[in-house]
């Protein structure tokens, strides 16, 4: 199935859970990232992301600004090229929600080719997530990714480019089954060669397996900083 079956695809989907009694959710998605080349190929990032909500409830009533803080996390992977276009990451991840505290492991992954005019990039992933009084929760995801450039082959310093994730989670826990999608289309900027900043939506949606779906719109706002 190519790119633009599986967007059709998703259309049908969202338009035809949303005339039904869906839940959707409305907020922002800042996330700062820090990476740092270490020795002998090796690779950390540092991410900081903050999840905050403006609106929620179902799509048939009238929902009233709410602004709510929901939770962050603080991630760290650490990762080794294997090859010249492969990558293998290891990482964990620490969410702070109210009083609750969540604890992910991760496995990642990924490898690229940049083709004529564009980089397109493929990351296999599983996570395991740990809550106190709660079930662990067991994740097998796969993300296709494209760069864009708006000019020329590559994105040099002062350019901006377009780049757009596709996601499928696969979501294990308590022997129930969930699938996820997500579809995040971003324009991008390059500052300089170590930073970028990008702004777009983060879309999700879940739960239509067996029942109306719930949306999820993230206004998400990425920097990137390499040290």
């Known amino acids: 199935m190519n790119t633009n079956k599986v967007l059709l695809l998703l259309a049908l989907v969202i338009s035809a859970s949303t005339y039904g009694q869906s839940e959707y ?20 990032n540092f991410k900081v992301e903050s999840r905050q909500g403006f609106k929620e409830g179902l799509f048939k009533e009238d929902n009233p600004f709410d602004y709510q803080y929901i939770l962050t996390d603080l991630t760290t992977l650490v990762a080794k090229k294997v090859a010249y276009n492969k990558t293998l ?22 490898w690229t080719n940049n083709l004529a005019r564009f ?3 493929q990351r296999i992933a599983a996570d395991q997530t740990f809550t106190a009084n709660s079930a662990p929760q067991f994740r097998l995801r796969y993300r ?57 939506l983060d879309y999700r949606i ?11 719109f993230w206004i998400a706002l990425n920097y990137y900083l390499s040290l």
């Not at 907020?27 to 950390?44: D, E, F, S, T």
């Not at 290891?90 to 992954?109: A, C, N, P, T, W």
């Not at 990714?145 to 596709?166: C, M, R, W």
């Not at 879940?206 to 999820?216: K, L």
């Open 25 to 44: 959710q409305f907020g922002i998605l800042p996330a700062v990232n820090l990476n740092k080349g270490l020795n002998h190929g090796y690779k950390i």
């Open 89 to 110: 990451a290891l990482g964990y991840l620490f969410r702070i929600r109210g009083e609750q505290i969540v604890h992910r492991s991760i496995q990642q992954y990924i």
């Open 119 to 121: 980089r397109l990039s």
């Open 144 to 200: 296709l990714a494209s760069q864009i450039p708006f000019n020329g082959e590559t994105v040099d310093p002062k350019e901006f480019y377009l780049k757009i994730n596709h996601e499928y989670l696969n979501q294990f826990e308590s022997g129930e089954y969930d699938l996820e999608i997500r579809l995040v289309p971003f324009v991008g900027y390059s500052m300089t060669d170590t930073e970028k900043l990008e702004f777009g």
């Open 206 to 216: 879940n739960s239509f397996i067996d029942g109306p779906a719930s949306h999820r």
